[in-house]
């Protein structure tokens, strides 16, 4: 049973934080249910507190700011997690990109801060997942826009299915190649890259083998995680773009795969040599 003093408004609120910061996510039934209050109550707490900054209301409830979001969380909501993090990770990412590059990119918040990133590119040629992408950038940058078909994920806006494309002209499928994959993962460990969706893990895993180069993008909070389907091991990596260095065991896993790790502060190297001055 609930305290006595969670059924005040300041106190349920408070309580609200900790319930949504031990769980990640949840719902306003659920919130409802466990305080005893009604649906209506919950939604008034829930906007004060997403007000307030102290978590992220979402559609049908609410997540932790540092929240792992669910499979169905939508792409509007997954954008306000770690803004800064991925904002560093997209400026970083963008300075692998010449003009002129082919790239595949799939979908993600992280991709969208990548995108808009790349507004002062040239003559790209992009293949993508992305259903956001068209109208996030900027189309001076983009020569030719290629969209793969599949099935669509309404909440990620993004569509699912095989990297391929046929000719409007003959019919036959084209083998299809990239310069530069850009992708963002849901984790990674010393075992691989991973995501939640078994068909995206395939679709991301055909990316990573059409390029001639991978980035994987990845803020600090996916680290050292596995998610439910592997897109692939360490190795198929040649860049992983993220905002802090991992762990000295897993930094030693990824040098291992011959990958090379970009951060704010620069490579390993560059800090190592800071540090010494």
Not at 181 to 195: P, Y
Not at 203 to 220: C, F, G, N, P, T
Request: with cysteine; net charge negative; hydrophobic share 40%.
């Amino acid at each position: 049973m609930e305290h006595s003093s969670n059924r005040l408004p300041a106190g349920r609120k408070a309580a609200i934080i900790q319930q949504v910061n031990s769980l990640g996510q949840v719902s306003v039934a659920t919130l409802a249910k466990h305080f005893n209050v009604s649906l209506d109550t919950i939604r008034r707490d829930l906007d004060q507190l997403d007000t307030d900054g102290a978590l992220i209301r979402t559609h049908g409830g609410a997540m932790s700011t540092f929240a792992v979001p669910w499979h169905d969380t939508r792409i509007d909501d997954r954008l306000r997690l770690q803004p800064q993090q991925k904002n560093v990770i997209a400026e970083l990412a963008a300075d692998l990109v010449p003009d002129g590059t082919v790239l595949f990119i799939n979908g993600g918040s992280t991709a969208l801060h990548l995108i808009h990133e790349l507004g002062s590119k040239r003559e790209l040629i992009i293949a993508t997942n992305n259903l956001r992408l068209a109208s996030e950038i900027n189309p001076d940058s983009c020569r030719d826009l290629y969209v793969f078909g599949g099935h669509v994920r309404i909440s990620g806006q993004v569509t699912i299915g095989p990297i391929a494309f046929a000719s409007s002209i003959s019919g036959t499928e084209n083998d299809i190649r990239a310069d530069l994959a850009l992708i963002a993962v849901g984790a990674f460990d010393e075992k691989g890259f991973s995501t939640s969706n078994l068909d995206e893990a395939a679709m991301l895993a055909q990316m990573a083998e059409r390029a001639k180069r991978v980035a994987i993008l990845a803020d600090s909070s996916k680290a050292e995680r596995r998610l439910f389907a592997s897109i692939g091991p360490l190795s198929i990596a040649d860049y992983l773009v993220t905002d802090t260095l991992p762990t000295p065991r897993l930094l030693e896993s990824l040098h291992s795969a011959n990958i090379e790790v970009l951060t704010p502060a620069g490579t390993e190297s560059d800090q190592s040599q800071s540090s010494d001055s």
